[in-house]
């Protein structure tokens, strides 16, 4: 079980929105910075956003990430087939010594 | 353009001690903040951070592998070296190596990936 939760599975239509959550603690998302990274099908993971809610150069505005508490989000809009991918978040836990830690991916099916 | 690359055996025994070498260009590890990750994915399974190593040669480790965990870096080879004892078959994973950029918490840049089977 990862130390934060990610629903196992979301899906909708293309041109939707669709909203993953990423759930943690004090620890970690609630006093840490949220990154969220995007694996397609047999692919290294790429990084969507970093800092909560930026986008590297290159990521389409259709991605957003927000935070707020001990919870984000990654929010994609105008959903393409193309996107369909497994989603990550991640972030440092600070507890006892700092590592960094994972959510359990969410798998997005555009159907 | 930075680009990282994971090399190292395909196949090891269990009981036996993988080293995995991230071999980086585009940038160096002497430049401050920068860091060098390294995470793992058994097949059909979830991302699992393992560990990291920054310009200044601090060192993190997941807590629940840090006994069997080592990290280095050799930073005129442009290298990062991970070595990691007794190995398991449930240790079969594809392992990544990533680029920490300085001064952002995240993992901006990422290897291929090297699948490593754990079986005698």
């Known amino acids: 079980q990862s130390v934060l939760t990610q629903p196992p599975s979301v899906s909708a239509a293309p041109g939707q929105k669709v909203t993953i959550s990423c759930s943690g603690s004090?620890?970690?998302?609630?006093?840490?910075?949220v990154s969220w990274y995007q694996q397609l099908p047999g692919t290294a993971p790429k990084l969507l956003i970093y800092?909560?809610?930026k986008r590297p150069s290159g990521i389409p505005d259709r991605f957003s990430g927000s935070k707020s508490g001990t919870s984000a989000t990654l929010g994609i809009t105008g959903l393409q087939t193309g996107d369909e991918a497994d989603y990550y978040c991640?972030?440092?836990?600070?507890?006892?010594?700092?590592?960094?830690?994972f959510g359990g991916g969410t798998k997005l099916t555009v159907l | 353009q930075i680009t990282l690359k994971e090399s190292g055996p395909t196949l090891v025994k269990p009981t036996q001690t993988l080293t995995l070498t991230c071999t980086f260009s585009?940038?160096?590890?002497?430049?401050?903040?920068?860091?060098v990750g390294w995470i793992r994915q058994p097949p059909g399974k979830a991302l699992e951070w393992l560990a990291l190593?920054?310009?200044?040669?601090?060192?993190r480790y997941s807590p629940s592998l840090k006994s069997r965990l080592t990290i280095t870096k050799d930073t005129s080879k442009n290298q990062v070296v991970l070595t990691m004892t007794n190995m398991d078959p449930v240790d079969t994973a594809t392992y990544y190596c990533?680029?920490?950029?300085?001064?952002?918490?995240?993992?901006?840049?990422w290897g291929q990936g090297t699948l490593v089977t754990v079986s005698s």
């Open positions: 990533a680029h920490r950029r300085g001064g952002y918490n995240s993992f901006d840049y």
């Open positions: 585009g940038f160096s590890l002497s430049t401050s903040g920068v860091g």
């Open positions: 190593i920054y310009w200044d040669d601090d060192k």
């Open positions: 004090s620890s970690n998302i609630g006093n840490n910075y």
């Open positions: 800092e909560n809610n």
């Open positions: 991640g972030t440092w836990d600070s507890s006892l010594s700092a590592f960094w830690v």
